[in-house]
């Protein structure tokens, strides 16, 4: 191991004269993430991360962290933080008993798999993807009241309490997210008008006042579910809609009901991963890849080396093509869970990868089984005092989800029925191609690529981590996971280091910029691979926990953000 990690070390060295000072996306070896004894909390903003570690201070749980760290994103990241969204959660408790949570979105009863389609049976992307037409009925709220029912220990006006503070008093606004709401402004306006809250132009160091969402926040916390699904907001949020050509109605909001399921996990080596079932395609997908590259021994390969970078690239690419068939929404259709994640299956999947060459995407479709995502999404991982875990991945698809901003209420609302498959073989705003498993239909969820994960390691917890990203989720959350047991690396280093993502369709590799020698690129483009480098926010931003030999906790707090780890 010592060679590897000299050989490792002197690339890191090599590829680090390369990078520019700013952004700084590859640490040195030695740098860590915070060190925390009893708790952590990492997540998108530092506010967040504070409110939701404060709540355990207080003496409440990792649950009712997740609840006031899931409603602080939608006050300090309306990006992707939602109360007019929706998401995944993965958990464990400190007995080892795990599960996870669908708060997902849901297609509207008068939805039909027509719905985006033109007078000449052409998918249009622009009513899937903003305007009324583009919302799901939104989940949040039913999931973080659920989250709170079943597993609560405060009560719900405590939690709150700081995050209605926190939307009264405001937040300063940073250099990322000034960029982030000028470059989606004149969309914002076009959708809203020019008088909304977030039409006025933002600098940094700015402090944003949000009243009406800290006054939606106040009614809830009076008020409970029933406010957002049957109440005086879900009337409002109705009469909304309706004005913007959208289908939602006080019954699709009276009808949502959350799903508790089973979290697909696999091993991986001395690992069980533990990550979300389907409507969720991430603990599928990651589950193939990972099980195909185990039998190469990465580790020798050395890290984001040439032989590593194709064995996970054909992998990646394997994968995706059956996420483009067979995923869905398992209460319409049946997905061969077993068979996906089979030993023998997925070794007659890299039957046809050769070192000596890529293989054309054109030449691979689903495998045959016998009788059969955001980058606008956001992550937090948190671990409490009792050594209970929870995987939090939350989003409105789009950036600022279809724009439409609830001005009475607060919030955006999501354009996630651009998840669905508008027309079988239509690529949506991540590239991703669908099937007929993930065609539209009254009261279906979307698939999603979101991947919300717990590692074990002997048993016990190891890892708490998930990120956005859309379709580059799996992935991303994949080579951290990699990182860490391949390589050594601890778990800021594992969430900084470079990373490069492959979806099958289109057939491209995609690597961050500044961060892949020439040497490599050029390499893999002799052998056939169509290179692509795109900007850092493509490949995700990892929110991620380590428990350390001592026991202690690693915060990874993704450097391409504002993400920050909060912890004592």
């Not at 997902?104 to 985006?116: I, Q, S, V, Y």
Request: glycine share 10%; hydrophobic share 40%; charged share 20%.
């Amino acid at each position: 191991m010592k060679k590897y990690f000299i050989f490792f070390l002197l690339v890191v060295l090599q590829q680090s004269c390369k990078i520019p000072a700013e952004p700084k996306i590859y640490p040195s070896l030695s740098e860590r993430g915070l060190v925390a004894e009893h708790a952590m909390v990492v997540s998108a903003r530092k506010e967040a991360s504070k409110i939701g570690l404060e709540i355990i201070k207080m003496g409440g749980n990792a649950f009712d962290a997740m609840v006031a760290t899931e409603m602080a994103l939608a006050v300090v990241y309306p990006y992707a933080g939602n109360l007019g969204g929706g998401g995944f959660m993965v958990y464990r408790l400190n007995t080892g008993e795990t599960g996870a949570l669908d708060y997902r979105e849901k297609a509207p009863l008068r939805a039909h798999r027509d719905m985006f389609l033109d007078s000449l049976g052409n998918a249009d992307p622009k009513k899937s993807r903003s305007g009324g037409l583009a919302v799901g009925v939104p989940g949040t709220v039913a999931g973080i009241f659920a989250v709170h029912e079943k597993f609560g220990s405060m009560s719900m006006e405590r939690i709150l309490a700081p995050v209605i503070t926190l939307a009264k008093k405001g937040f300063i606004v940073t250099p990322n997210q000034a960029a982030s709401l000028q470059r989606h402004r004149n969309s914002i306006i076009k959708a809203n008008g020019e008088n909304v809250l977030f039409a006025k132009e933002r600098e940094p160091g700015d402090t944003f006042r949000n009243h009406a969402l800290a006054a939606t926040l106040v009614k809830l916390s009076t008020n409970g579910r029933n406010e957002f699904y049957s109440g005086e907001t879900a009337e409002k949020l109705v009469k909304f809609l309706q004005e913007k050509g959208g289908i939602i109605t006080m019954e699709d909001l009276a009808a949502y009901e959350v799903q508790w399921r089973d979290p697909v996990a696999f091993q991986y080596d001395d690992l069980r991963i533990i990550s979300m079932s389907p409507p969720s395609s991430g603990g599928i997908v990651m589950g193939q890849i990972m099980k195909m590259i185990e039998p190469y021994p990465l580790h020798e390969y050395g890290h984001n080396s040439v032989k590593g970078i194709q064995v996970i690239t054909e992998a990646e690419r394997r994968a995706y093509a059956d996420r483009s068939y067979y995923l869905g929404d398992p209460d319409f259709v049946e997905i061969p869970v077993k068979k996906l994640l089979s030993q023998e299956y997925l070794e007659n999947r890299m039957d046809n990868f050769s070192f000596d060459h890529a293989t054309s995407s054109s030449e691979i479709s689903h495998g045959t089984i016998p009788g059969y995502e955001s980058m606008e999404t956001t992550h937090y991982s948190i671990v409490d005092t009792e050594g209970n875990a929870v995987s939090v991945t939350t989003t409105l698809n789009g950036a600022y989800g279809s724009k439409l901003y609830v001005e009475e209420l607060g919030f955006f609302l999501n354009n996630e029925m651009d998840d669905f498959s508008a027309k079988p073989g239509v690529p949506n705003m991540f590239g991703l191609i669908g099937a007929e498993a993930n065609a539209i239909e009254p009261g279906k969820r979307m698939l999603s690529s979101m991947t919300p994960t717990i590692v074990e390691k002997n048993g016990e917890l190891f890892m708490v981590l998930g990120s956005p990203g859309g379709s580059t989720i799996i992935t991303s959350v994949m080579q951290t996971i990699l990182n860490v047991t391949e390589f050594n690396m601890g778990m800021q280093q594992a969430v900084s280091a470079p990373r490069f993502h492959h979806q099958w369709l289109p057939d491209e590799v995609r690597f961050e910029p500044n961060s892949f020698s020439e040497a490599t690129l050029d390499s893999l483009r002799k052998k056939g691979y169509e290179v692509t480098v795109g900007e850092s926010t493509i490949l995700g931003k990892v929110d991620a926990i380590l428990v350390l030999p001592n026991g202690k906790l690693e915060g990874g707090a993704d450097p391409r953000g504002d993400d920050t780890a909060a912890g004592f």
